[in-house]
């Protein structure tokens, strides 16, 4: 029974080797050449997200401006529109003044008048 156990561990010890040996084979770091052949993808990978992140910055960007732009033009017509309803009041304000004082005038002139007149004697 003694030799039987130490068969099943030079088994397990062989086994274990056999496993770590592979193991190490998949882990081990790659040959320079296969290194700087996957650096360069990677450079060229990172590259290629740079541009598209560029283009696609650049092209919110255009699309923010035309927008400011928009916006702009729609704040500058509002603009216009009430300082042109703001002139209109302002002249319909001063043509309403200058109706009353011509009016005022023409009925002071008429008691200016009534005045003036010679009064009858009853």
């Known amino acids: 029974?003694?030799?039987?156990?130490?068969?099943?561990?030079?088994?397990?010890?062989l086994l274990g080797g056999i496993v770590g040996a592979a193991v190490a084979l998949l882990m081990a770091p790659a040959s320079g050449e296969?290194?700087?052949?996957?650096?360069m993808e990677r450079g060229i990978e990172l590259?290629?997200?740079?541009?598209e992140f560029s283009e696609e910055a650049l092209e919110r960007a255009q699309r923010m401006a035309e927008e400011g732009q928009k916006r702009a033009t729609e704040m500058q017509e509002r603009s216009r529109l009430a300082l042109e309803e703001q002139k209109s009041r302002l002249q319909e304000a001063i043509d309403a003044g200058k109706q009353a004082a011509a009016q005022r005038r023409?009925?002071?002139?008429?008691?200016?008048?009534?005045?003036?007149?010679?009064?009858?004697s009853n």
């Open 106 to 120: 023409n009925d002071l002139m008429g008691r200016f008048e009534q005045d003036k007149a010679p009064k009858s």
């Open 1 to 13: 029974m003694n030799n039987s156990r130490g068969v099943e561990f030079l088994a397990g010890f």
């Open 47 to 51: 590259r290629h997200r740079g541009e």
């Open 34 to 39: 296969q290194t700087r052949e996957q650096l």
